[in-house]
């Protein structure tokens, strides 16, 4: 189950440990799955039953759930088809980059950021995707204050804005990382004084963000990682590739 930048690293790895990899993304954005021989590739959401189907289908034998840091539940949906199926299933979780030192304010949800960024008191640039969009929206519409999103450049994404109620004019699109130029123009060009985010690590483009905002003098509100399970769940490929091939 992939979908970051490092999928193609993570299915070449297991390719070349001699795996069949059957590589599966949610959405048709472009996607890097790796160049070997033994990697395939398919496209759309699955649910639990769905996957359930898959893997008895394809005849897969274990799951390495690769989503993004805040995709808990597309996780949880690949551990319960595990234990369905009886096959094994590990999670990698790309590390966090975020300290407390960077100067950042935790808060342990969206409703919670929501209501500390509106707070503040100046215009929100939220770049946290497309979904959870309501808490901001409401505190906007509440305060008068502006809220810009930043989403992907993909139409469910921008429509999920529009139906939320962003203005066209208040919703960025692009595909990150962005730059510390980048960042920082958009910030200065939109008069953002809260920048809203999650702590998606090095290649989710955190720390040219957090950078930017300092230059700035822009508040950062990052949103807490939810809580992983305890067992096979790594942050390093090749302890999950080792640990892959004692699980038999």
């Given at each position: 189950m992939g979908g970051t930048s490092e999928t193609a690293l993570i299915a070449e790895t297991l390719a070349n440990a001699g795996y069949e990899v059957l590589v599966s993304t949610a959405t048709e954005i472009p996607q890097n799955t790796g160049r070997h021989k033994a990697i395939r590739h398919r496209i759309g959401r699955l649910t639990e039953k769905g996957m359930v189907k898959l893997i008895h289908h394809k005849g897969i034998r274990a799951i390495v759930a690769a989503t993004?840091?805040?995709a808990s539940e597309s996780r949880e949906t690949a551990f319960r088809a595990a234990e369905t199926t009886g096959i094994y299933c590990a999670s990698y979780v790309r590390p966090g980059v975020l300290r407390d030192e960077?100067?950042?304010?935790?808060?342990?949800?969206?409703?919670?950021?929501?209501?500390?960024?509106?707070r503040i008191g100046a215009p929100v640039l939220l770049?946290?995707?497309s979904s959870n969009l309501t808490p901001y929206t409401r505190e906007a519409?509440?305060?008068?204050?502006?809220?810009?999103?930043?989403?992907?450049?993909?139409?469910?994404?921008?429509?999920?804005?529009?139906?939320?109620?962003?203005?066209e004019y208040r919703i960025i699109t692009g595909k990150g990382p962005f730059s510390v130029e980048e960042n920082l123009r958009?910030?200065?060009e939109h008069g953002i004084g809260v920048l809203v985010t999650k702590d998606s690590g090095t290649a989710g483009g955190v720390p040219e963000k957090v950078k930017a905002a300092q230059l700035a003098g822009?508040?950062?509100?990052?949103?807490?990682?939810?809580?992983?399970?305890?067992?096979?769940?790594?942050?390093?490929?090749?302890?999950?590739v080792e640990q892959l091939n004692n699980s038999g």
């Open positions: 993004h840091p805040y960077d100067g950042v304010r935790w808060v342990a949800s969206h409703e919670e950021a929501a209501a500390e960024a509106f770049t946290t995707g519409a509440r305060t008068g204050i502006a809220l810009f999103a930043r989403v992907l450049p993909q139409s469910h994404s921008v429509d999920a804005c529009r139906r939320a109620g962003i203005p958009q910030i200065r822009c508040a950062v509100l990052a949103v807490a990682r939810p809580v992983e399970p305890q067992d096979n769940v790594f942050d390093d490929i090749s302890q999950l």
